[in-house]
């Protein structure tokens, strides 16, 4: 298993950006495919992205698609998560997660590895 860190996490205002970085330890992670999802408020957890192995494909919520982009450095064992354009409904947890195996799962259940959380909050 491999032990993810989020950091990068912030307050902003509406329209501004963040970037987040997922930084791993252990020697599997580029065996991994790396998702973003997040937690806002009282709600239940959702995907936002998700990166294969190499890099090469990406994958996005409808809700982010357009503003977010993930990306990653298997050389540095690092997965970042860059958010423009954000919105006030992008206020949550942001969690990263591994899994082994190629496809960019939506379903959080299929990652085994997670970081420990990093909170965007954005303001009106």
């Known amino acids: 298993q491999v032990h993810l860190v989020e950091s990068g996490g912030g307050l902003v205002q509406a329209g501004g950006s963040l970037r987040l970085s997922c930084a791993a330890s252990?020697?599997?992670?580029?065996?991994?495919?790396v998702g973003w999802f997040r937690q806002p408020p009282g709600k239940e957890r959702e995907f936002v992205a998700a990166?294969?192995?190499?890099?090469?494909?990406?994958d996005y919520s409808d809700s982010v698609k357009g503003r977010f982009t993930i990306s990653r450095d298997n050389a540095e064992n690092t997965v970042f998560l860059q958010m423009n354009g954000l919105k006030p409904e992008d206020t949550a947890v942001y969690y990263c997660?591994?899994?082994?195996?190629?496809?960019?799962?939506?379903?959080?259940?299929?990652?085994?590895?997670w970081g420990q959380g990093s909170q965007v909050t954005v303001s009106s």
């Open positions: 997660a591994g899994r082994m195996g190629t496809y960019l799962d939506h379903n959080s259940n299929s990652y085994d590895s």
């Open positions: 990166v294969s192995r190499s890099g090469g494909y990406r």
């Open positions: 252990g020697r599997t992670f580029s065996s991994l495919v």
